[in-house]
């Protein structure tokens, strides 16, 4: 199982943009399809982002469609998730993960995630 670590999060006032980076040791991180998951104080983790593959299906949350940009570079083995005009609500523990092929259920464990904190 590939081991996995976020990076990147901070504190930006709405509107702004930041750039999360999720890299994987290990050689399976090609043939995993992978994702982006948060987690707001309070409230269940959700999926944001899924990525294939190859990076030719990709699946978004309503709620960051449009502002947010997942994508891998499998040469690097890393992830990325582009993040901009964020918003308040967008506050939250911001972790990445392997999912499932098919309806994106996460499969590995959870490491410490990277927080993302909007001011408005």
């Known amino acids: 199982q590939a081991q996995l670590v976020e990076s990147g999060g901070g504190l930006v006032q709405a509107g702004g943009s930041l750039r999360l980076s999720c890299a994987a040791s290990?050689?399976?991180?090609?043939?995993?399809?992978m994702g982006w998951f948060r987690q707001a104080p309070g409230k269940e983790r959700e999926l944001v982002a899924g990525?294939?593959?190859?990076?030719?299906?990709?699946y978004y949350v309503d709620s960051v469609k449009g502002r947010f940009t997942i994508s891998r570079d499998n040469a690097k083995g890393t992830m990325y998730l582009q993040m901009n005009s964020l918003k308040p609500e967008d506050t939250a523990i911001y972790y990445c993960n392997t999912i499932r092929n098919g309806d994106w259920i996460p499969l590995g464990s959870w490491g410490q995630g990277t927080q993302v904190t909007v001011s408005s």
């Open positions: 990525i294939n593959c190859s990076g030719s299906s990709i």
């Open positions: 290990g050689r399976t991180f090609t043939s995993n399809y």
